[in-house]
């Protein structure tokens, strides 16, 4: 193992110091946090696995059921379409707010402000509740012919109420992610691939846009599980996904602890491998990006030992 020697230690070192002999030294006030950590969970551990409040065994055989993995099914479904439908829109709208065009950009700006201010719950009710508003949906000429309509309240479903109020309030976060991502991107990487004589498009594909997916995919990847974790919203309308579905179980059993632990492990489930796939976008856009000033991973050795050195 090599030990870097603080520039202090080389300053005040006798000459005559042989650093080949220097062994790191053990600190023990690192040890007795380490302890301290293991006792809380050792606590930790020994109460899930005692309590027989929590039920494990109802847990395993709920984990599998028909209804509960319908219920993800439902949740996965609205995550991907919702985060699909708001990238989309997120990136005409960062388009729209860099854009020279006045209207557009104020626009674009207006719509963040809104979706952005207004809680998810209370636009997925709102939502729910469109056909108050508007009792018939129409496309036609303004103020003019209706060509066809339709009834809002066969329309707007509680699935449509979900896809409709989460890929909105997506689309406002999703354009702030982009346009940051792009807009982190010198000018100057422009100019250069274009006086290379880099037609826009692949000036944007091969330039722009895997400097820009460097400040994109991280809060992308945030944004993707917060959008799966926020699907438990829709239960408030009767959209039967995870959360909805565990309760209607435990409404009907009253064993709220297991099946609300039922849900959890699912949660922890996709989001653990959500997170691996944002792990491997982010090798993927970060290769050539390597900082040799990047400290090193500590093990566990050098955790309670790195810093310090005696002969």
């Known amino acids: 193992m090599t030990t870097v020697l603080p520039a202090r230690t080389l300053r005040h070192a006798p000459h005559d110091t042989d650093v080949s002999r220097a062994r790191p030294r053990l600190r023990p006030l690192r040890w007795m946090v380490s302890v301290v950590l293991l006792v809380f969970a050792a606590q930790l551990v020994s109460f ?4 027989d409040r929590f039920q494990w065994d109802i847990v395993w055989g709920y ?24 990238s989309l829109l997120g990136v005409g709208l960062a388009a729209g707010q860099s854009s020279d065009f006045l209207p557009v950009r104020m626009v674009c700006r207006l719509y963040v402000g809104l979706f952005r201010g207004i809680p998810p719950l209370v636009q997925l009710i709102f939502w729910f509740n469109l056909a108050y508003l508007l009792p018939e949906i129409s496309l036609g000429i303004p103020f003019g012919a209706t060509f066809v309509s339709w009834s809002s309240t066969e329309l707007i479903s509680p699935l449509t109420a979900a896809l409709i109020g989460l890929s909105l309030h997506e689309a406002a976060y999703m354009s702030e992610i982009i346009r940051s991502g ?18 826009k498009w692949r ?27 926020g699907t438990s919203l829709v239960s408030v309308i009767a959209m039967t996904d995870l959360l909805f579905s565990v309760q209607l179980i435990y409404n009907r059993t009253y064993q709220v602890v297991p099946l609300l632990i039922v849900a959890c492990v699912w949660y922890l489930v996709v989001v653990s491998l959500l997170t691996a796939v944002q792990r491997r976008l982010e090798r993927r856009y970060g290769t050539g990006l390597r900082r040799a000033e990047s400290p090193k991973r500590s093990t566990w050795r050098t955790a309670l030992t790195r810093g310090v050195i005696s002969r």
């Not at 899930?48 to 309590?51: A, C, G, Y």
């Open 48 to 51: 899930v696995l005692t309590n």
């Open 63 to 86: 984990l599998f059921y028909p209804s509960v993995l319908k219920g993800l099914a439902m949740s996965v479904f609205i995550t991907v379409v919702g985060m699909a439908v708001g």
């Open 182 to 199: 792009l807009g982190a991107v010198d000018t100057g990487q422009r100019d250069a691939a274009l006086a290379m004589g880099f037609t």
């Open 203 to 229: 000036t944007f594909s091969r330039v722009i846009l895997p400097q820009a997916m460097r400040v994109i995919v991280p809060p992308t990847g945030n944004q993707f599980i917060s959008l799966l974790k």
